[in-house]
C-alpha cells in the first residue's frame, strides 16, 4: 500500500530492501512490485481499522483496490522464458 500513497513511488527503495530476507531465501528470477488493496473492514483489530480510517481521512492512504493489472500483466508475460 505504500506505492498507493501520495508520492509513493519515492519509497520504491525501501520497500525493495525490505524484501531482503525473503530474496535471500528464494533467489528470485524476477522481482516487482504493486501497489495493493486497503480494504478496512478485513482489518482484524479494532485499533488497526481506527488507525487506518484516521489515516484514511488524513489523506495518508486511500481504501479500495490500486492494483495495476495491466503492469501486473506485462511483468507476468515477461516471466515467459525465466522460469525452468
Known amino acids: ?6 508520492d509513493g513511488e519515492k ?3 525501501q520497500i525493495a530492501e525490505w524484501l531482503a530476507p525473503v530474496r ?7 522481482e516487482a512490485l504493486f501497489a495493493g ?4 473492514r478485513k482489518i482484524p483489530s479494532f485499533s488497526d481499522r ?3 480510517r484516521l489515516s484514511v481521512a488524513s489523506g495518508v492512504w486511500s481504501e479500495g ?4 493489472w495491466n503492469a501486473i500483466r506485462d511483468w507476468a508475460n515477461g516471466l515467459k522464458g525465466t522460469i525452468v
Open 11 to 13: 519509497y520504491r527503495p
Open 24 to 30: 535471500a531465501l528464494v533467489h528470485p528470477v524476477s
Open 65 to 68: 483496490d490500486h492494483r495495476d
Open 50 to 52: 481506527l488507525k487506518f
Open 37 to 40: 488493496i486497503l480494504d478496512i
Open 1 to 6: 500500500m505504500t506505492l498507493a500513497m501520495r
